[in-house]
């Protein structure tokens, strides 16, 4: 494992956290998660550093990086990928427990959905009432009783909410758990969804004011993955139909930015190879920018 900070020139690095014993608040902090976590390919690596940059470019914040990436060529089952990415998970949920302690607004860039098992829950730790919108063409909510696939990022949302118990914290509560535009789902999770709290808004005319409604006067944090996006849109390993439009996200964001967007993470991108310009990345950043801080 390894823990380092990339620094872009065009991105000059964050005030430092603690300054003469004090704990300062900081505008916003970038980690990039780049562990091979579930044996997913190097360009999911890429696309992270891409996203990472885009956003460090766009938040005036250098990037720290956790992780080596480097990919065991073959998709592990989750206990295997659980047990040969613990250290990285471990380091990814320190840091965001300090990002969340240090920064007014906390991003993340991870190449799967496996790596919200160590988010989420320092989200939860830190913002306990935060609802936690969930953007992806999967709900994660699996448990190992419950997977079919034996697929780690399966059960992210799952491990984080308590579901199962992955070893790094699972105290988000379901009734802060906001579904959009998920649309792939398994008999188990549904009915989970039908007999739980969880808000499972559907794409719609109407979408944008069931959101509205729903996360009034709360906190946000948002997960935000690429498989979400109507295919051809951008490249990414599921390609699911009847996804959201580029207008419809950025709809999306519009109005979570009307409350106090606490963070960010992307997930799930892979990076082109056509791609010269890392577009992708920065079409994402792009999409999503009403959620950034400004000034």
Same mark, same amino acid.
């Given at each position: 494992?390894?823990?380092?900070?990339?620094?872009?020139?065009?991105?000059?690095?964050?005030?430092?956290?603690?300054?003469?014993?004090?704990?300062?608040?900081?505008?916003?902090?970038?980690?990039?998660?780049?562990?091979?976590?579930?044996?997913?390919?190097?360009?999911?690596?890429?696309?992270?550093?891409?996203?990472?940059?885009?956003?460090?470019?766009?938040?005036?914040?250098?990037?720290?990086?956790?992780?080596?990436?480097?990919?065991?060529?073959?998709?592990?089952?989750?206990?295997d990928a659980l047990a040969r990415s613990g250290p990285e998970l471990a380091a990814l949920t320190e840091s965001a427990a300090r990002s969340l302690r240090s920064a007014a607004f906390s991003a993340f860039c991870l190449t799967r959905n496996a790596a919200a098992l160590a988010t989420l829950p320092a989200v939860a730790r830190a913002h306990p009432d935060a609802a936690v919108v969930w953007m992806g063409a999967h709900p994660c909510l699996h448990t190992p009783a419950t997977t079919r696939t034996g697929d780690l990022s399966g059960m992210a949302l799952g491990g984080?909410?308590?579901?199962?118990?992955?070893?790094? #914290?699972?105290? %988000?509560?379901?009734?802060?758990?906001?579904?959009?535009? $998920?649309? /792939?789902?398994?008999? =188990?999770?549904? @009915?989970?969804?039908?007999?739980?709290?969880?808000?499972?808004?559907?794409?719609?005319?109407?979408?944008?004011?069931?959101?509205?409604?729903?996360?009034?006067?709360?906190?946000?944090?948002?997960?935000?993955?690429?498989?979400?996006?109507?295919? #051809?849109?951008? %490249?990414?390993?599921?390609?699911?139909?009847?996804?959201? $439009?580029? /207008?419809?996200?950025? =709809?999306?964001? @519009?109005?979570?930015?009307?409350?106090?967007?606490?963070?960010?993470?992307?997930?799930?991108?892979?990076?082109?190879?056509?791609?010269?310009?890392?577009?992708?990345?920065?079409?994402?950043?792009?999409?999503?920018?009403?959620?950034?801080?400004? #000034?």
């Open positions: 494992m390894s823990s380092v900070v990339e620094q872009d020139p065009a991105c000059p690095p964050s005030r430092a956290p603690h300054e003469a014993g004090r704990t300062r608040a900081v505008r916003a902090m970038v980690t990039a998660f780049v562990d091979g976590v579930s044996g997913h390919s190097d360009r999911a690596r890429r696309a992270t550093l891409d996203l990472a940059t885009a956003l460090g470019r766009r938040l005036e914040s250098s990037a720290g990086v956790i992780g080596e990436g480097a990919s065991p060529g073959r998709s592990l089952g989750w206990r984080a909410t308590g579901l199962w118990e992955s070893g790094h #914290g699972g105290g %988000l509560a379901l009734s802060n758990v906001v579904l959009i535009g $998920t649309r /792939d789902l398994d008999r =188990a999770e549904q @009915r989970l969804i039908a007999n739980s709290p969880i808000r499972n808004i559907p794409a719609g005319p109407r979408m944008q004011e069931e959101l509205a409604a729903t996360i009034a006067g709360r906190e946000v944090f948002v997960h935000f993955s690429a498989d979400v996006l109507q295919p #051809g849109i951008v %490249l990414t390993d599921y390609q699911i139909a009847n996804g959201l $439009t580029i /207008d419809s996200v950025a =709809a999306t964001a @519009r109005t979570l930015a009307r409350e106090r967007v606490i963070g960010l993470e992307l997930t799930e991108l892979e990076h082109d190879p056509a791609d010269r310009f890392n577009t992708s990345a920065q079409l994402v950043v792009e999409m999503l920018a009403p959620l950034l801080p400004r #000034g």
